[in-house]
């Protein structure tokens, strides 16, 4: 519920879904090249048991996803025409 909430007030008219995590399981998401760790600048310095949340919010005609947590709305530069899934898209 805290993840639709937040996600849903920071995109009141596009919000779709938002599902809860935590700031250290973002920042362990591994992909892309050599396996790097693509988003552990999203908010650094945060503790790794802060409250975060994926979320999805439609974007013309497809879905952007964006990140809520212990700071402002961070809205990412992923993008998909299928309907979005719980969390973050595979980091190819």
Not at 23 to 52: C, E, K, M
Not at 67 to 82: K, Q
Request: glycine share 10%; charged share 15%; with cysteine.
């Amino acid at each position: 519920m805290r993840a639709e909430t937040q996600c849903r007030a920071a995109s009141p008219h596009t919000f779709v879904k938002g599902t809860p995590t935590t700031v250290g399981a973002i920042h362990a998401i591994t992909g892309g090249r050599r396996t790097a760790h693509p988003w552990t600048n999203l908010y650094a310095g945060a503790r790794p048991d802060s409250f975060a949340a994926w979320c999805w919010r439609h974007d013309g005609g497809g879905y952007q996803s964006y990140v809520v947590g212990p700071a402002h709305p961070i809205f990412l530069n992923v993008r998909t025409d299928t309907a979005p899934p719980d969390g973050p898209l595979a980091v190819a």
